[in-house]
């Protein structure tokens, strides 16, 4: 079975740096084809891609928000690390960890952790 | 950036109905493009990937067509599970964008 699962911070104060983990099993980021990415969606609104790695350590950002964003991977703990530097209010989303993997030689998005809710606020 | 246009927002629609929803991108973008399902409270869902490939366990009443620059996801007979948020999202270059969502309610 695979799965993914967010932790960290609720809650983190304006200025501040955010921190989240993405834990995974069933699946390697050691295996071609396969990376991990972050999306968030605020409150009633729809979902934004921000970065992925992918199993080579390429990695691709938003470029809206890259100059805030670093990502990471753990392959012995089968880990992602999303930091996000200088957090502001209107970063106050649900933020997903989500496998992306080639099928069929197309990707997509196909299996999601259950989100974590994060609000920025002093 | 590719923008992503849903229609419409939302739709009320009864179980049994025929319910269409379109996606249209800014520019072409030959057949990158998901489809997912997203209930309250909960991840979305792949639903179809590269225009109208049925993700594997998804019911066979879900279907994707088009390619350029305009989609469209259908469900041929809506059941009660199916009410929720759609959206749509291209793989067609980075940033990857998804569309604003079309809510499907209960009529």
Redesign the interface.
Known sequence: QITLKESGPALVKPTQTLTLTCSFSGFSLNTSGVGVAWIRQPPGKALEWLTLIYWDEDKRYSPSLKSRLTITKDTSKNQVVLTMTNMDPVDTATYYCARRRTTSGRWAFDIWGQGTMVTVSS | ?IQMTQSPSSLSASVGDRVTITCRASQSISD?L?W?QQKPG?????LI??AS?L?SGVPSRFSGSGSGTDFTLTISSLQPEDFATY?C?H?YN????????TKVEIK
Do not use: I, R, V
């Open positions: 950036d990158y998901d997912y909960k991840a979305p869902k792949l990937y590269a490939s993700q959206y999202q793989n980075t940033p990857w964008t998804f569309g604003q969502g």
